[in-house]
Structures are given as C-alpha cells and as structure tokens.
C-alpha cells in the first residue's frame, strides 16, 4: 500500500514539475490538466476534446441568453394587462437601448465593436485573437437590450461570445492561428446551433460566413461543437423558448409557383432591408450628438414603433409562430388595430406596416447604441412576408394555398438575402421544423432570394466597408493572403540618404562602402527629392576624369512613391505599373521614411502560401 502511494506521489511530483518548467505555475488546477493532455495527446485528439470544451461553454451561454431573454419578453407579454403593456412598451425599449450604452461607457470603456463584422476583423487581421472582455459583454449588453423590447436578434451576441471563448481557449493553450481561428469558428457554431438547436445550421453558418477565404482540411471540432451546443439547447431550454415548428403541409410540386414568386418578394424586401439598414446608419453617425444622446433618440423612436405595432417588440418569433399556428387575430388584438374591426383587408394593411418599419426598429436598436443583430430580425420579416403573401393569394382567390409552408420558406428566404448565407437558412428552417422534405421549396426561395442580393451587391453590405480595406477575407483566397501582411513590416528603414546638395564623392563613398544599390535624394527637411539606383551612378563612379555633374543634375524622379497605409495588394499592383522593384515610401508631408522591394513582399506571400495550403 505504501509502494503504491509513493508511486502515486512520485507521479505527482514529475506532473508538476512538467508544468513548472512550461510556466505554468500559477495555473488553474484543471487548465493544468489539460496543458498536460495538450503535451500527451496528438493535435487531432486534443482539437476534438477542445471543441467539446469549447460547444459546451458556448453553449451555456447561448442557453443563458434565450432563457433570461425570453422570461423577460414572457412576463410583458403575457402577465401584464394590455394597457399596462402599452406602458412597457413606451419604456422598457427606450430604457433598453439607453442602459445598454451606459453600460458600454462606464464599464466597457466605449468599446463596443459588434456584430459579426468584429469577429471577422479579428480573424483577418489580429490573427484570430479576440478580447476575453467579450465573452461576456455580448451577453450583458444583448440581454439589456432584446430583453427590454430591442427589436434585434441575440444570435450575433451569441454567436460573437462563443468566438470570443474559443479564441480565448485557443490563447491560454498557446495553439497556432490555424487552430486558434477552428476553435474561434467552433464557439460561434456552438452559439448558433444552441440559439436554434439546429447543429447542421451552425456549421453552415461557420462555413458560409465566419470562415470565408480560410481554408481548412479538419472540421471536426466544428462537428463536436455544434452537436455538445444543440445537445445542451434540447436539455436546459424549455420548450416554448426552443425555435421550433410543429405545424406544416407536405410539399406539393403543384405550389412549385407560389414558391418561385415568394423567392422574388423575399430577394426585393432583403434589399430593401439593408438599403433601410445603411441609410439609417449613415443617419445616426451624422447627427451632432452624443453617444447617450443618439441613444435616447434612437430608444424614443423604437417606443413609438414598439406602442403603435407591438409585434416589433423584441426578436418576434412569438409572431412566427402565431403565423404558423393560425393565431393572427391575437397579435392584432395588442395593437390599436385592436379598435378597428378586424378583417383580412385590416390584416394586411397591418403587416405591410410591420414589415415596412422593422427595417427602422431594428436599425434604430443596432445603430443608436443597442447590441443586437440582424438573424432574428431577417427570420421575422420573412416569416411576415411569407403569411402575407400567402393571405393575399387567398383573398384574389387562390384555393389550397400552403399557407405555414410559406411562413417557413419566407423566414429562409429573408434571412439568405439579409445575412447572404442561403445554405445557413436552407438548413435552420429544415431542422427547426422538422421539414426536411421542404429542401427543395427552401432552396427555391432561399437561392432566388441570394441571387437577387448578389446582383445588387456582390457582397453583403454589412461587410462591403470591411471587404473593400481588406479588412476581413473574402472569397478570393490569393487577395486575403496579401491582405494579411502588412506594409510597415517590408519598409526597409535603414535605408541610405543623401542630400541634394551634397558633393559627388559624398555618394561615391556609399556606394563603395555600402550594401545599397539605390538611393534616397532628400532636401534639408528630409523630403523626397529624388532618387538614384547604382545604374545611374556607374558611368560617374569608374572614370578617370574628375566628375563636374551634381547630385541634383543626375537624380530622377521615382516613378511612383508608396504611403505605409497602401495594402500590399496595391503596392503590387504599382510595382507591375511602373516595372521596377524597389519604390521609395513617403509620409503625407512628403517625407522620406524608407524603400519598400517587391521581392520582399512576394517572398512573404509565398511563405504564407505554403503555410496556408500545409
């Protein structure tokens, strides 16, 4: 017995003194443990543990989220007499948005870089190194938020937290950005697929979006994630938080029609949701006003549209569903339509009004100072769109028209427009209702409706501002590559000077003593004047005659100069312009900072070429 404690001891004492000498002294008792399985295990072995690690963790806060979220929302809605809601409605979504800024303010310091835009940012140029403060400052703000009556989604919150816990995962056990940047998409996935419980939904939205222009062999951390997200959304979740759909008609290849004309409808209101989305944007970054004050702007007009259309209250999928079941007269009943006599012409003038504003609520909570995103948002309208085409084709007097599967169809065709990720919609509508025999009307609508998107913008206008600084990868693989370097880092700054006034000989004696074969001509303040390759020099340089010529008679001009802030994308493309392989870098003032060689900066992409395709 005394054999086999000390052999348990002397186990013990060389466990230790493995992480010890790894640094790690100060570590957490079970991040020691996996330090020591990260040693022990193969790559492969070790990704799948962390991707269940990380599923598991991102999906509890996707859970936490929808659970305190929907309590919120169920207690207005449904515990509060009518006119008492239309006091909620009057507060809680201005107390919302305006929390959610001080929040941001005080605690958060102002940085409040959101939306899935961030993540992508964070994966093309700050090697897939996320904040550990957004782990958790998603799921405040977003809870104050759509919780209080924001009309927004908490998919992109969640989706943003569980990178954030992949990210900060991959950080604490020092894996390469490859890695780092799977286990990133695997915490968004497990985000995704614990918000819908649709784990194939989640993987789709890491392929479509997240990991645009990264290329990748091993997705099964992915896989992990995604099933350990959605296995914890089916067991804590109670059932009328879950985005689930019991109600629906088998396919009929006769409808075929109403699905080709749904695909168009939900492609025109996709654009003109996003067109809505950017001009109130543009909007709220011109008014001269505070960051609060924006906030207290933008929270009064979502009251307003909250009070006057109820549905626009929150993420709205209660509204979907009450389409689905056949329930509309009971979303009317809590507005003022209430007054009127409801019949189907007052039905649809209240939808068409719906739709026409959520495009307003939602940007008004994103934009004046709310945390939220477009998923829900995209979901809602489409589902709206689908019910009130649907009820239009009943009234000019179309029979047997298939009416939930056009509430259904119409949520993935809205969301591929929006979000331009028609597979993701393809797949979350299918899982979330069961209806897998609905592939082929999803596909219908969802990819008449992306195509639509893509004519008007070939990328998603949330990310078009990114995509064109080269900012966040594209689908364009060679570009993404080159748009991962950075100038700075091929600027030779030791570059040799020489003044225009100087003598001749002065030049000689670089040459003769220095490495250079070019040449920076610059005035007293250090500005570009000119330049001067060893060409240039050498008929001057092996005379015998003295040399009468100045430095000033012989420089010539560059035949292009190059700013730190050009991408090397750019820079190539000048190097090709100009024909020549070394080009001089200038601030804006003009003043010389150092060369910059096309050779080096081809020699990192092939370095980074290899790494990638590895």
């Keep these: 017995m005394k054999i086999h404690n000390r052999k348990k001891y002397l186990s013990f004492l060389k466990f230790k003194r493995d992480f010890q000498n790894f640094g790690l002294e100060k570590a957490r008792s079970y991040e020691l443990i996996l330090h020591w399985l990260n040693n ?11 991707g269940i690690l990380v599923g598991c963790t991102a999906g509890l806060a996707g859970v936490l989220l929808k659970t305190l979220v929907h309590n919120i929302h169920h207690f207005i809605t449904t515990k509060v007499h009518f006119e008492y809601q239309i006091l909620f409605y009057i507060i809680f979504p201005f107390l919302g948005i305006v929390l959610t800024t001080l929040i941001v303010l005080t605690i958060f310091k102002g940085q409040d870089r959101k939306g899935i835009g961030a993540i992508l940012y964070e994966v093309a140029q700050n090697s897939s190194i996320v904040s550990s403060v957004k782990m958790y400052s998603q799921i405040v703000q977003s809870a104050v938020t759509v919780g209080l009556g924001g ?16 990210s900060n995962y991959a950080q604490t056990y020092r894996l390469s950005y490859k890695e780092r940047t799977l286990l990133l998409a695997a915490g968004a996935t497990a985000g995704i697929a614990s918000a819908f419980n649709a784990p194939i939904a989640g993987i789709m939205f890491a392929f479509e979006i997240l990991l645009t222009g990264v290329v990748f062999t091993d997705f099964i951390p992915l896989v992990v994630a995604a099933v350990c997200g959605s296995l914890l959304s089916r067991i804590l979740l109670q059932e009328d938080v879950l985005f689930r759909f019991y109600t629906r008609e088998a396919f009929n290849y006769k409808n075929v029609p109403y699905y080709l004309i749904l695909g168009i409808v939900t492609g025109l209101y996709a654009r003109y949701f996003v067109v809505i989305s950017q001009k109130v944007e543009h909007f709220i970054k011109e008014l001269k006003l505070s960051r609060l004050r924006k906030a207290m702007f933008g929270g009064a007009v979502l ?20 389409f689905t079941n056949g329930d509309t007269h009971r979303i009317i009943e809590n507005s003022f339509f209430r007054y009127f006599e409801i019949k ?17 609520a939602t940007s008004f909570t994103i934009f004046s100072g709310g945390n939220g995103g477009n998923f829900a948002p995209s979901l ?53 209702s069961f209806g897998y025999d609905l592939f082929i009307p999803l596909m219908i609508v969802s990819i008449i409706s992306y195509l ?47 003044h225009e006034n100087a003598p001749i000989t002065e030049l000689f004696d670089r040459v003769k003593n220095g490495d250079k074969n070019i040449f920076a001509i610059t005035d007293e303040k250090k500005k570009l004047r000119g330049i001067l390759t060893l060409d240039d020099i050498r008929p001057y340089l092996f005379t015998n005659d003295e040399v009468s010529v100045t430095i000033a008679q012989i420089m010539k001009a560059p035949p292009a100069v190059i700013h730190p802030e050009d991408q090397p994308l750019n820079i190539l493309q000048t190097f090709d312009d100009t024909g020549v392989w070394n080009l001089p870098v200038v601030d804006n003032n003009n003043q010389f ?22």
């Design 40 to 50: 022990r295990l193969s790559r492969n072995q070790f990704l799948v543990l962390s």
């Design 151 to 166: 009309s927004a989604g908490l998919e992109s919150p969640i989706a943003v937290t569980g990178a954030a816990i992949g």
């Design 303 to 322: 009251s307003l549209l909250c009070v006057l259309f109820p549905p626009l209250f929150g993420e709205g999928y209660e509204t979907v569903k009450a």
């Design 344 to 360: 189907n012409f007052t039905i649809i003038i209240f939808l068409v009004l719906v739709l026409l504003l959520k495009a307003f």
């Design 380 to 432: 809602f309208a489409g589902g709206t769109v689908g019910y009130l085409f649907a009820i239009i084709c009943q009234q000019i007097g179309f029979t047997e028209v298939p009416v939930t599967n056009l509430v259904l169809v119409g949520m993935a065709g809205a969301m591929s427009g929006v979000m331009y990720a028609p597979l993701t919609a393809i797949f979350l509508i299918a899982e979330s």
């Design 452 to 498: 639509i998107a893509k004519w008007f913008s070939p990328i998603s206008p949330e990310l078009k501002s990114l995509a064109d600084q080269g900012k966040i990868f594209t689908n364009k693989h060679d570009k993404n590559i080159l748009f991962s370097l950075k100038t700075d880092e091929f600027i030779d700054r030791y570059s040799q000077t020489v």
């Design 593 to 614: 900072i150092g060369f910059i060689s096309k050779s080096s900066i081809l020699m990192s992409y092939r370095q980074l070429l290899k790494e990638y395709s590895s």
